[in-house]
């Protein structure tokens, strides 16, 4: 019973550690902005083309992750707890409105990036 509860709880984490740190008007400004040549690593994953700008959400590559721990499971300990950090970020990044849109034109984004 105590494992449904530390995974319950982890779930709760997640949520509240991506809310804090992608919510647009939070801390996400106080990020430092990380660019290797075109691709953007913080505070968003961004990749930049001549015309557009290709954004990867933060609650793909957490499913993406979890997806692959629930497939290479070997008994690692904290899955569970790593696990539910990832669906709570996944969960917190699917209430936003702009959640399945990837591509945005630059100059369109260009409030999107300040």
């Not at 070997?74 to 399945?100: H, K, M």
Request: proline share 4%.
């Amino acid at each position: 019973m105590s494992g449904l509860f530390t995974f319950l709880f982890s779930i709760w984490l997640g949520y509240v550690f991506f809310l804090y740190f992608s919510h647009p008007e939070k801390k996400k400004h106080k990020l430092p902005r990380v660019q290797v040549w075109k691709i953007e690593l913080s505070p968003n994953l961004r990749i930049h083309s001549r015309s557009k700008i290709y954004h990867i959400h933060h609650w793909l590559i957490l499913t993406l992750i979890t997806g692959i721990t629930l497939i290479n499971y070997e008994g690692f300990q904290y899955l569970s707890i790593i696990n539910g950090i990832a669906i709570g970020g996944i969960i917190q990044g699917l209430r936003y409105p702009d959640r399945f849109k990837f591509r945005h034109h630059k100059t369109a984004t260009a409030q999107f990036t300040q």
